[in-house]
């Protein structure tokens, strides 16, 4: 099984930044796919970065050229600059990865969520 622990969110005022963090322990082969979604109270879940093994990333409408995912490989792990954010950007981030992982012997892919970690941008 696979853990991924989140790290980073918290208050920050309109304007500001912030950097999240999401690393991934396990008996991990390869890794497709990592990001982050988000989801506001009374709102779907909605992407908002996320990075293939090629190194493409792909980002939501509502944070491009202000959001920035990067990640290191050998540590499994993604980062979210955050700049430049406002209030709308307020909800609990999800970090989610598809990987490819060795389970009793198996290869397996799978897919996971982390448990999220909250960002308020507020005055």
């Known amino acids: 099984q696979v853990q991924l622990a989140e790290s980073g969110g918290g208050l920050v005022q309109p304007g500001g930044s912030l950097k999240l963090s999401c690393a991934a322990s396990g008996i991990i082969l390869s890794i497709n796919v990592m990001g982050w979604y988000r989801q506001a109270p009374g709102k779907e879940r909605e992407l908002v970065a996320i990075i293939t093994s090629s190194g493409t990333t792909n980002y939501g409408d509502s944070v491009k050229g202000r959001f920035t995912l990067s990640r290191d490989n050998a540590k499994n792990t993604v980062y979210l600059q955050m700049n430049s954010l406002k209030p709308e950007d307020t909800a609990v981030y999800y970090c989610?990865?598809?990987?490819?992982?060795?389970?009793?012997?198996?290869?397996?892919?799978?897919?996971?969520w982390g448990q999220g970690t909250q960002v308020t941008v507020s005055s």
């Open positions: 989610n990865t598809f990987l490819r992982e060795l389970i009793d012997g198996r290869i397996r892919s799978s897919d996971y």
